[in-house]
């Protein structure tokens, strides 16, 4: 089965630096690759995915990139701000495989220190 | 629209008595999903709907029971409840099977912090 892992586990930035947030996955045949947010007490919450047939997505200071051959993929976050502050998870699937089939990654927790 | 909701919020139960966790979607979905998160293991599946009707073990379903009661609602049940089924129990649905791209969206509910002492 798929395996994702995602580095780092703790990223602590000041506010108004950049956060990267890096992911491997094992499956060449994943194909989507979405990113949710967990604020504290809350559920996750889909940020922004990406599929394999683009090389990166961006949606105003978020940006994901995917490098196919080399099977990982990022998370970007510009000018960070103590809203950023939350837990990251990445995940892999194949498109059309069924929600069930979405591997996670065991999250990066974010800390924008203002 | 309340999106997905889980009842109860927070939980303390003894070793071995038995609970309900009870989750209802308003977004007309048709897959729904349970999951458990745990510090340092990320999410994991423990058993999903498909569709209403259809049941199925996720990546952890030992100690689990699940019911889909309508299209609306999907029940998680532990029978005897364990100390290592402490953790954080989250409800999420998806438009579902078919739908195109739409159905790879999970919509997460607020969760449950379940503590087995």
């Known amino acids: 089965g798929e395996n994702v892992e995602q580095h780092p586990s703790t990223l602590s930035v000041q506010e108004g630096d950049s956060a990267v947030i890096k992911c491997t996955y094992s499956?060449?045949?994943?194909?989507?690759f979405p990113w949710y947010k967990q604020e504290l007490g809350k559920g996750p919450q889909l940020i922004i995915d990406?599929?394999?047939?683009?090389g990166e997505k961006k949606d105003q200071r978020i940006a994901v990139t995917l490098n196919k051959t080399a099977k990982h993929f990022s998370l970007h976050i510009t000018e960070t701000q103590p809203e950023d502050s939350a837990v990251y998870f990445c995940?892999?699937?194949?498109?059309?495989?069924?929600?069930?089939?979405?591997?996670f990654g065991k999250g990066t927790k974010l800390s924008v220190i203002p | 629209n309340a999106g997905v909701t889980q009842t109860p919020k927070f939980q303390v139960l003894k070793t071995g008595q038995s609970m309900t966790l009870q989750c209802a979607q308003d977004?007309?979905?048709?897959?729904m999903y349970w999951y458990r998160q745990d510090p340092g293991m990320g999410l994991r599946l423990i058993y999903y709907?498909?569709?209403?009707?259809?049941?199925d073990k996720g990546e952890v379903p030992n100690g689990y029971n699940v019911s889909r009661l309508n299209k609306r609602e999907f029940s998680l049940r532990l029978e005897s409840a364990a100390p290592s089924q402490t953790s954080v129990y989250f409800c999420?649905?998806?438009?579902?099977?078919?739908?195109?791209?739409?159905?790879?969206?999970?919509?997460f509910g607020s969760g449950t912090q379940l503590s087995v002492l």
């Open positions: 999420a649905s998806s438009v579902g099977p078919g739908s195109g791209f739409a159905s790879e969206k999970l919509f």
């Open positions: 499956d060449s045949a994943s194909n989507y």
């Open positions: 990406i599929r394999s047939n683009v």
């Open positions: 995940a892999a699937n194949r498109a059309g495989a069924g929600s069930y089939q979405l591997t």
């Open positions: 977004m007309n979905h048709n897959s």
């Open positions: 709907s498909a569709s209403e009707g259809t049941t």
